[in-house]
């Protein structure tokens, strides 16, 4: 599902070079569910840009989904970010003009799909607690509620592949273990690939394995 | 999502609104008070009762103040089938009003007579006749004097629609402004309407380089397009208000951008083409131009009580052909003000967007 290797990414900043992959090999097979850890700077946040199409890498190749991202156009990672890849962010990032039910479908309607949601979706949105709550706007929902709303956003147009940001990182416990079940049944009753990004172990314990990286490599 | 974002911020959206309305009703109040004073201009001519009227050679539509010789009125009379003429000399003074000199006697027979709202007939040399707009406009009361370079006493105030708003006696107009024996439109009456192009035919004949037209013909050619200088002018004030339109919109849809920039990057991240982020800016524009163009349209009905209550001597008509213009106008101005913004969003990086707090 996940091909990396030799990824090297490098930012100018000013006239210095920051190095921020320095070499990464990482494979990710379908259904499988992996967390990412490591200080900050180690280049997790970069690797998760690279893979959801956010930003270019500079050499290497990276495969997702049978896709080679190196040398695709800006509109080609936007197709990319449209139909193969999902975003859960550690701020939610709900809009925050729309109600839950409107964020979930303005993904869809970007993807260019009917706005309605299909009955395999509702069956989601079952699973991950929101029914009831589809209506109301961000600023009424609790954090692992939001949260739970940007999973069902992420996941509404069947991506190949779920990147997750420090998903519980602005959560209380109880919520993070909520969400960070969410996660895991997505994995194992639906088969989601996920990629997760975590500082916390206990959240990382959730994957079927877990990534550590440092100045910009995997080092475990 | 466009109108969640205009309601997400009501005031900026209503002020957006009001100043491209504001736009709007610049443009609409212009064009109805241009419209509105050559149609209340056509509609005195035409309360004058004549059929033609005879003017002097090289003078415009719009402007009086040329002149020919008095003499000329009893040819005109001698002419098969003319019935009756009066001659007029039209005095500016002031700024932009002008007295106009009657032949009482005479335009009364022709026009049907002044309906007097107050006082009556000119007495003395120096006596006024003034219509009840001008009254009202300046208030002006019976006995009244009015300082028009010379001073004036009101004898009479009467119903407006006969071709001035201010009226003297000829004679002392004439002997006035050294003036004697000229005059600057004469009316003439017609026996029958079917024999009007007849009287025509016969009067360019005799009165060579005269101008020569029927009251019809006359009040056809009052409006906008046959002034150049109006036209212009309308032209200045349509892309003065583009520029205001353009202004608004810019800096409307800039803080706009700028405060939703996170909000860009989330839609990047999902997979929003720069095109599907310049559309909700662009469909968001078209909104606020078609609230601002109602809002124009509804205060334009305001300007033109306002106008009728501060300034009863400008008409302002009601220009419902205009609005799709103004819509445009709006339109086109809001859509040059979103651009840039639009294409700053559009362009936004995503990864620095969504970072931004």
């Known amino acids: 599902m996940i091909e990396v290797r030799d990824l090297k990414k490098t930012y100018h900043v000013g006239e210095v070079d920051v190095h921020a992959l320095r070499g990464v090999n990482l494979s990710v097979e379908r259904s499988e569910f992996v967390a990412v850890i490591g200080p900050s700077g180690s280049g997790k946040s970069t690797l998760f840009h690279i893979l959801g199409g956010l930003t270019p890498p500079t050499s290497g190749t990276v495969y997702i989904d049978g896709q080679d991202l190196l040398g695709m156009t800006d509109g080609q990672r936007t197709e990319l970010r449209k139909k193969s890849v999902g975003f859960v962010f550690q701020k939610y990032n709900l809009l925050p003009t729309l109600s839950a039910a409107d964020n979930i479908a303005i993904a869809r309607d970007i993807a260019g799909r009917p706005r309605e949601s299909d009955q395999a979706f509702?069956?989601?949105?079952?699973?991950?607690?929101?029914?009831?709550?589809?209506?109301?706007?961000?600023?009424?929902?609790?954090?692992?509620?939001?949260?739970?709303?940007?999973i069902a956003r992420a996941i509404v147009n069947h991506p190949a592949?779920?990147?997750?940001?420090?998903?519980?990182?602005?959560?209380?416990?109880e919520n993070s273990q909520a969400v960070l079940g969410v996660l895991r049944d997505l994995n194992t009753r639906m088969g989601q690939t996920i990629l997760m990004i975590t500082h916390n172990p206990e959240a990382a314990a959730y994957g079927h394995r877990i990534v550590k990286m440092l100045d910009g490599r995997i080092v475990d | 999502m466009v109108i969640e974002n205009l309601k997400h911020r009501p005031v900026r959206t209503l002020l957006s609104a009001i100043a491209i309305g504001v736009q709007v009703t610049?443009?609409?109040?212009?064009?109805?008070?241009?419209?509105?004073?050559?149609?209340?201009?056509?509609?005195?001519?035409?309360?004058?009762?004549?059929?033609?009227?005879?003017?002097?050679?090289?003078?415009?539509?719009?402007?009086?103040?040329?002149?020919?010789?008095?003499?000329?009125?009893?040819?005109?009379?001698?002419v098969p089938h003319v019935a009756q003429v009066t001659a007029t000399l039209v005095q500016p003074v002031g700024n932009i009003s002008s007295i106009t000199g009657i032949n009482l006697e005479e335009f009364n027979k022709m026009s049907g007579g002044f309906r007097y709202l107050e006082g009556g007939p000119f007495q003395g040399p120096q006596d006024l006749i003034v219509d009840e707009v001008f009254a009202r406009s300046e208030h002006v009361h019976?006995?009244?004097?009015?300082?028009?370079?010379?001073?004036?006493?009101?004898?009479?105030i009467v119903e407006s629609g006969k071709l001035s708003r201010m009226f003297a006696q000829l004679r002392e107009l004439?002997?006035?402004?050294?003036?004697?024996?000229?005059?600057?439109?004469?009316?003439?009456?017609v026996d029958t309407p079917a024999n009007i192009p007849v009287v025509i035919e016969s009067l360019k004949e005799k009165l060579e380089d005269y101008k020569i037209y029927s009251v019809e013909e006359f009040t056809s050619l009052i409006s906008v397009d046959n002034i150049p200088l109006l036209r212009r002018f309308i032209a200045v004030v349509i892309a003065l208000a583009v520029i205001v339109g353009f202004l608004v919109v810019f800096l409307s849809m800039y803080t706009a951008v700028l405060e939703r920039t996170r909000e860009i990057g989330i839609l990047k991240a999902l997979g929003a083409s720069p095109g599907y982020i310049l559309g909700i800016l662009v469909r968001e524009t078209i909104l606020l131009a078609v609230a601002g163009t109602a809002v124009g349209i509804l205060m334009s009905y305001g300007t033109r009580t306002l106008m009728r209550v501060m300034?009863?001597?400008?008409?302002?008509?009601?220009?419902?052909?205009?609005?799709?213009?103004?819509?445009?106008?709006?339109?086109?101005?809001?859509?040059?003000?979103?651009?840039?913004p639009g294409l700053k969003a559009a362009r936004q990086d995503a990864i620095e967007a969504l970072a931004y707090d």
Do not use: C
């Not at chain 2, 445009?328 to 809001?334: D, F, P, R, T, Y």
């Open chain 2, 311 to 340: 300034a009863p001597t400008m008409t302002q008509v009601i220009v419902p052909d205009w609005w799709p213009w103004a819509a445009l106008i709006a339109l086109v101005g809001s859509l040059i003000g979103a651009l840039y």
């Open chain 2, 26 to 78: 610049m443009i609409l109040t212009l064009v109805g008070v241009s419209r509105g004073m050559l149609q209340d201009m056509a509609q005195r001519a035409r309360g004058t009762g004549a059929d033609v009227l005879v003017r002097p050679p090289g003078s415009s539509i719009i402007g009086f103040s040329g002149v020919m010789p008095e003499k000329i009125a009893p040819v005109v009379l001698a």
């Open chain 1, 122 to 150: 509702d069956q989601i949105l079952k699973l991950l607690g929101l029914e009831g709550r589809l209506h109301h706007k961000p600023r009424a929902l609790s954090g692992g509620e939001q949260q739970r709303v940007a």
């Open chain 1, 161 to 173: 592949i779920l990147l997750a940001d420090e998903p519980t990182g602005n959560l209380d416990t």
């Open chain 2, 174 to 189: 004439q002997d006035l402004f050294s003036a004697t024996g000229k005059v600057s439109v004469i009316y003439v009456k």
């Open chain 2, 142 to 156: 019976l006995g009244d004097h009015v300082d028009q370079g010379i001073k004036w006493r009101v004898a009479g």
